[in-house]
């Protein structure tokens, strides 16, 4: 079967310092590979997905940034938080790019 | 462009049945529901393609209107384990790199 994983589950952290988020994926193959992110009265707000290794699309502009350094493993990345980075960041995989699975979530407080 | 869900939130007694609305302003492939209950992470309930083909939650249904762009989640006899935030997602095309764009989400508390 499988299963996503997301580290850490709850992060604090001040303004102007950097961020690591880590999702990996087991138990299947070349999967579609999704950040997103909600904040209250936003929804699901999708960042970033994959296709694959190495194939990253920006649905939002900002200061994150993310890779896909192998096939089931997705980063998602800051060189300097704000503090409206502040939220629930939620991880996804997809094997046909239709129903999506999403990991247990990083609650990222920024203060 | 986000779709736009309504109501944004109701609230039910058990047994009642509730109806949640999905619009988008661009032509759909796709539409995907998916609940959320508080401090977790959203699961899938149901996916409704162009064409008709559906897939998902035993006990809910959904319709998909390709013409209108809409779709409705109907929830019957409501559950007490009905309660949360629901999702819908659309999809524009069919292709499995394609991204679902979600909507803000509608709260349904349901009270015994």
């Known amino acids: 079967s499988q299963t996503i994983h997301q580290w850490p589950a709850t992060l604090v952290q001040p303004v102007g310092s950097p961020l690591s988020l880590e999702c990996t994926v087991e138990?299947?193959?070349?999967?579609?590979l999704y950040w997103y992110r909600q904040a209250a009265g936003r929804g699901l707000q999708l960042l970033f997905y994959s296709v694959g290794i190495g194939q990253i699309s920006s649905e939002v502009p900002q200061n994150l940034s993310a890779s896909r350094p192998q096939d089931r493993q997705f980063i998602l990345s800051s060189k300097k938080l704000l503090l409206s980075d502040s939220g629930f960041y939620l991880c996804?995989?997809?094997?046909?790019?239709?129903?999506?699975?999403f990991g247990p979530g990083t609650r990222l407080t920024v203060t | 462009q986000q779709p736009v869900q309504s109501p944004q939130a109701v609230i039910l007694r058990e047994g009642e049945d509730a109806v949640i609305n999905c619009s988008s302003s661009k032509a759909l492939y796709s539409v995907h529901w998916y609940r959320q209950k508080h401090g977790e992470a959203p699961v899938f309930l149901m996916i409704?393609?162009?064409?008709?083909e559906q897939k998902g939650h035993e006990k809910i249904s959904a319709s998909f209107n390709e013409k209108k762009q809409q779709s409705s989640l109907y929830l019957t006899a409501s559950q007490l384990s009905y309660s949360g935030t629901y999702f819908c997602g659309t999809g524009e095309r069919m292709n499995r790199d394609d991204k679902i764009i979600f909507g803000k989400g509608t709260r349904l508390h349901i009270l015994p």
């Open positions: 138990g299947t193959s070349n999967p579609n």
């Open positions: 409704l393609l162009k064409g008709g």
């Open positions: 996804a995989w997809s094997r046909d790019g239709y129903e999506q699975y």
